[in-house]
């Protein structure tokens, strides 16, 4: 299998002059489906829109032919793009193998229990060639290491609302997280029968400031900022695996 580190890019320097990292994503997944002639897209974990911005979903929609979706939770609205919606994890979904140009997750890896099943099962609808899209945090930056924690305890949904409001109302829906398939070494076992992988990193100084008191909002800026340059792990990490 071909691993590859990449470092800077276009996508990577438009995220550092302080562009949210939405569209910069978007426009990764978008790149992949040029060439391709009436594409089949899988979005997983696709409510509430790309990284909640309906907007940027329905415009990669537009892009193919079949547009289909995973969402485990009910109660989540979907956009009215998709040709069809599975309503369950993507390893129960009753996807046509080789079926899918194009696969996509965003926010979702830290949330997989079982990873080894999942690209297991999307190694098994992409088609050959096919390109799959992982955005996540990279689970061995200091705020995945607090997350956890703070999940253990029992605490981290009570900061939370304190801090932004009520879950699916004020701020966005928190689900359990697991942090089992968002480093390279703990992507790499699952993603060999791939033909290739890369990982592209993605850091600035502000990243933390949405989960912050503002009092600590300075210090969070200080330190993030002294690893931005470095080959450190960053807060997030593009995974693009091609069958």
Known sequence: MNYQWITNNAFTQRYLSGEWRSPVFCDMVAKSLEGRHKPTILDIGCGNGFDGDEKLQASLAAKAAVVLGVEPDPTVELGSFFSNVYRCP???????????????????????????????KLREVLKPGG?????????????????????????????????KGERGADRYLNYPTCYRANSPEQLEPFARDFHSIEFIRFHRSDVLNYYLPKAFIPLSEL????ITPTQKPGYMLAIHLTK
């Open 90 to 120: 993507l390893e129960e979904a009753p996807i046509a193998p080789n079926s899918v140009d194009v696969a996509y997750c965003n926010m979702v890896l830290e949330h997989v229990a079982q990873p080894q099943l999942f690209f297991k």
């Open 131 to 163: 390109i799959f899209w992982g955005f996540t945090v990279d689970s061995r930056h200091l705020f995945c290491k607090f997350s956890a924690l703070m999940e253990r305890t029992r605490i981290k949904d009570l900061y939370l609302t304190l801090l």
């Open 223 to 226: 330190w993030n900022k002294s």
